[in-house]
């Protein structure tokens, strides 16, 4: 998994819960970079499972919770220190339907070996269907990506998270519902 993520959720950490939290986060996790991640550097999944299974045990939450809320506060994040072309989409539909095209082909142009999840959105007018493949099963952290992407954009949706990988399935898929604005 690539530094950025971790420098977010450190940053998340300290800002939300303080430096006395993620401290513990780092004691108790026992990671092996001891908590110092550059940005364009990779680091093993089992790092990020680790931190935040001990991130959700320290504030008492379920880690699905735990990664929801990272999700949600990530997105802001990654637009302000990701590829410019993020900054371009005026909709949560406009970006979730160019995706995989536009915005993960450049991270692949800027860091060639970093593993991406494969996202596919089908839309048809107020509604959509969002599909998720990811080795890594992330999809607690992708529908708080939703829904920080759909403050950013003003918008209210609705989501029904119908498929999960975690339930046997090949992938997850939510149904979403672009109810208006926020």
Same mark, same amino acid.
């Given at each position: 998994?690539?530094?950025?993520?971790? *420098? /977010? %959720?450190?940053?998340?950490? +300290?800002?939300?819960? #303080?430096?006395? &939290?993620?401290? *513990? /986060? %780092?004691?108790?996790?026992? +990671?092996?970079?001891? #908590?110092?991640? &550059?940005?364009?550097?990779?680091?093993?999944?089992?790092?990020?499972?680790?931190?935040?299974?001990?991130?959700?045990?320290?504030?008492?939450?379920?880690?699905?919770?735990?990664?929801?809320?990272?999700?949600?506060?990530?997105?802001?994040?990654?637009?302000?220190?990701?590829?410019?072309?993020?900054?371009?989409?005026?909709?949560?539909?406009?970006?979730?339907?160019?995706?995989?095209?536009?915005?993960?082909?450049?991270?692949?142009?800027?860091?060639?070996?970093?593993?991406?999840?494969?996202?596919?959105?089908?839309?048809?007018?107020?509604?959509?269907?969002?599909?998720?493949?990811?080795?890594?099963?992330?999809?607690?952290?992708?529908?708080?990506?939703?829904?920080?992407?759909?403050?950013?954009?003003?918008?209210?949706?609705?989501?029904?998270?119908?498929?999960?990988?975690?339930?046997?399935?090949?992938?997850?898929?939510?149904?979403?519902?672009?109810?208006?604005?926020?």
């Amino acid at each position: 998994m690539q530094g950025i993520i971790f *420098n /977010v %959720l450190a940053d998340f950490v +300290v800002e939300n819960f #303080g430096m006395a &939290t993620w401290n *513990n /986060v %780092l004691e108790k996790s026992a +990671v092996p970079s001891g #908590g110092r991640y &550059t940005s364009g550097a990779t680091y093993a999944d089992e790092e990020a499972v680790a931190l935040a299974t001990t991130i959700a045990a320290e504030l008492n939450i379920s880690v699905s919770d735990a990664l929801k809320a990272f999700g949600e506060y990530l997105f802001p994040q990654l637009l302000s220190r990701g590829p410019i072309v993020m900054q371009e989409y005026t909709s949560l539909q406009d970006l979730l339907t160019h995706l995989d095209e536009t915005v993960h082909a450049e991270v692949k142009r800027v860091t060639p070996d970093a593993y991406l999840p494969a996202f596919e959105f089908f839309s048809s007018g107020d509604k959509g269907r969002l599909v998720y493949r990811s080795k890594r099963k992330m999809c607690a952290v992708a529908e708080g990506l939703l829904a920080g992407s759909a403050k950013h954009f003003d918008q209210k949706i609705t989501i029904d998270h119908f498929k999960c990988m975690h339930h046997g399935h090949e992938q997850c898929e939510w149904n979403i519902s672009f109810v208006g604005d926020l």
